[in-house]
């Protein structure tokens, strides 16, 4: 049975950092390419950053480019999102997900997801 937990969300003052953790089981984590995608209420799900199996690559969505840092720890199968610099628009929900992919930025090409961590920054 494979599980992604996600936490670490709350509601927090913009301009501060928040650090995002997804706990794994019952998969080969290093296997897989880690994604976070964010939704807000109205609104497409959308990427905001992935990490390859090894972790030596990443990438990162526009918006969060130099205020978001993706890594891994494969040793406790968990990936985490910091976020530094919060801004009232990434208020939302965020979900990390897992694909065989390659840094993948569509959301279709993963294939378990947790359930979620809100996200609220507050001006």
């Known amino acids: 049975q494979v599980q992604l937990v996600e936490s670490g969300g709350g509601l927090v003052q913009a301009g501060t950092t928040l650090k995002l953790s997804c706990a794994t089981s019952?998969?080969?984590?290093?296997?897989?390419?880690m994604g976070w995608f964010r939704q807000s209420p109205g609104n497409e799900r959308e990427f905001v950053a992935a990490i390859t199996w090894s972790g030596g690559n990443t990438a990162y969505a526009d918006p969060v480019k130099g205020r978001a840092a993706v890594s891994r720890d494969n040793s406790k199968n968990v990936v985490y999102l910091q976020m530094t610099n919060l801004k009232p628009e990434d208020t939302a929900v965020y979900y990390c997900?897992?694909?065989?992919?390659?840094?993948?930025?569509?959301?279709?090409?993963?294939?378990?997801w947790g359930q979620g961590t809100q996200v609220t920054v507050s001006s």
């Open positions: 997900a897992s694909s065989r992919g390659y840094l993948p930025r569509n959301p279709t090409e993963y294939n378990y």
């Open positions: 019952g998969l080969t984590f290093s296997m897989y390419d």
